[in-house]
């Protein structure tokens, strides 16, 4: 679920069922809604390509020790 018409998205693992072709156009969506919009994006993902391909900044959550 994405909120429109907010300055921010909060996207929670946006990607996960997608198969390849299905999640290449969802990303080319997401970027072109951003770029339209201005729009900051937060992203929760357990995939380690999509901060690859969308982030500016990427911030890793880790097991504290």
């Known amino acids: 679920v994405m909120l429109t018409g907010a300055p921010l998205l909060l996207l929670d693992e946006p ?3 997608l198969d ?3 999640r290449a156009g969802s990303i080319a969506l997401l970027l072109s ?6 729009c900051s994006i937060v ?3 357990h995939d380690a390509s999509d ?3 969308l ?3 990427v911030f890793r959550l880790l097991e504290s020790p």
Do not use: Y
Request: aromatic letters at 4%.
């Open 51 to 53: 901060p690859s391909e």
């Open 20 to 22: 390849h072709q299905t």
């Open 33 to 38: 809604h951003q770029k339209k919009t201005g």
């Open 55 to 57: 982030g500016a900044a």
């Open 15 to 17: 990607f996960a069922a």
């Open 43 to 45: 992203m929760s993902t």
